[in-house]
């Protein structure tokens, strides 16, 4: 224990830039508002819909495409198993890199096929189609950048997923700037499309600065064991996809395209949480990357864990809630109606919040029922409600299933944390 504190009083001390990595998040916090402000004011709140169906196609389908590959990176990179199996992080996130970029590689070939057949055989699907192209063409990059950026959140370097997020945010807005008034609503889709190229780009430098690797080591193929053990996580990377993106999917599939728009507002304003949050590093410091033995927190530095991240989340999140019809009156109508949808969401950004050491001890240890029977309930249950709700609710229903699903997760991992041994 004296060893634990002593690591947690250095991590304290140590020289670091906070107040550049302040700046850093404001800006990054800023460009996030700016560039859905932007985004509503130069759309219909129908046009603005249909062009925020394509984050859901980008986002969503990036996130089963990488789940598996996503978990083994981040319990490799929290449970520090770079010792144990001889294995750097570098050499496996570059392994993991490269075969999810061929599954992702793969995936977008067929929808261009696809949606190559369906321009000749449905001539008036050619303005949606010609919409959501970009999107379908940005799905390796948003998959390499997303996961890159989550072995970086592994690692509490959560930084550089702020820095790279300004590419997408900067090109839609500068897409908004300077566009003209006739502008399609492809012109849009394309500049997600490059931002996200760019974003791809500074994910990718970043990571190979934290995660180091020889110039011999970027060949080596993957070992078998380490494919074996990807494998294994394919169902709850799945699950856990459909628990963070079933109730969009299914919002933008069955909702008019006005409450995709209200609901993605509300979840885009409520995501600059994770911009703040995280730079808490409730769980840890940057020199874990040196450490050469697996986390195995004691219950009272986990316990105390807990609490500071119920703490911290509260106090970040309840101003939020408060600040929220103003927040909400800048995007205008009909966006300033949506207090109870982005109230939800930001109780979505608070659970996650307070769950996320109780998250991060369960990677190390690594109980794979559990871990299956708290993601796959929460999958289950997010999108029965919504799929019961939305018809009748639309936006309301999508961000109280999200909400009810990271409660089921996040209390589930707190109850394994505490259910260990003292």
Excluded at 75 to 94: K, S
Excluded at 325 to 347: C, N
Excluded at 373 to 386: N, R
Aim: hydrophobic residues 55%; positive net charge.
């Amino acid at each position: 224990m004296a060893e634990t504190a002593a690591a947690g009083s250095e991590c304290s001390t140590a020289a670091h830039p906070w107040i550049g990595e302040l700046l850093l998040r404001l800006l990054g916090a800023a460009l996030q508002i700016l560039a859905t402000w932007a985004v509503v004011r130069a759309l219909t709140p129908e046009e603005a819909g249909v062009y925020f169906r394509g984050f859901v196609i980008a986002l969503g389908l990036s996130t089963l495409l990488r789940g598996k590959y996503e978990i083994y990176m981040a319990q490799h990179v929290i449970g520090r198993r770079a010792t144990t199996t001889g294995i750097p992080n570098g050499v496996l996130l570059m392994q993991l890199a490269r075969r999810m970029l061929l599954r992702s590689s793969m995936l977008c070939a067929v929808l261009l096929v696809v949606t190559a057949d369906l321009d000749i055989q449905a001539p008036q699907l050619q303005t949606i189609l010609q919409t959501y192209l970009p999107f379908v063409l940005a799905v390796p990059c948003v998959s390499l950048s997303s996961l890159l950026g989550e072995a970086l959140r592994a690692a509490n370097r959560t930084l550089g997923i702020v820095v790279a997020a300004y590419a997408v945010n900067l090109s839609i807005l500068l897409a908004v700037v300077l566009a003209p008034s006739d502008a399609s609503l492809a012109l849009y889709s394309w500049a997600f499309l490059l931002g996200s190229l760019v974003s791809a780009g500074v994910v990718a430098a970043l990571a190979w600065r934290a995660f180091p690797i020889e110039r011999g080591e970027s060949r080596l193929p993957i070992c078998r064991e380490a494919l074996q053990g990807v494998d294994s996580r394919e169902l709850i990377g799945l699950a856990r996809g459909l628990l963070l993106w079933g109730p969009l999917c299914i919002l933008a599939v069955w909702a008019p395209a006005i409450q995709m728009a209200q609901y993605a507002v509300a979840a885009r304003t409520a995501l600059i949480v994770d911009i703040f949050l995280p730079a808490l590093n409730l769980t840890g410091c940057r020199e874990t990357l040196l450490a050469t033995q697996p986390i195995q927190a004691p219950r009272r530095l986990l316990l105390r864990q807990l609490a500071t991240a119920v703490l911290y989340s509260s106090a970040f999140v309840v101003p939020l809630l408060v600040l929220a019809p103003a927040t909400l009156a800048l995007y205008g109508k009909p966006y300033d109606s949506q207090l109870t949808v982005y109230a939800l969401l930001l109780g979505v950004q608070w659970a996650n919040g307070v769950g996320r050491p109780a998250v991060r001890q369960a990677v190390v240890e690594w109980n794979a029922r559990r871990i299956g029977v708290a993601v796959g309930s929460g999958a289950v249950a997010v999108v029965l409600i919504c799929a019961l709700g939305v018809t009748a609710y639309g936006a309301l229903a999508a961000a109280a299933a999200s909400l009810i699903g990271a409660l089921i997760v996040n209390g589930r991992a707190i109850g394994m944390a505490l259910s260990r041994p003292a």
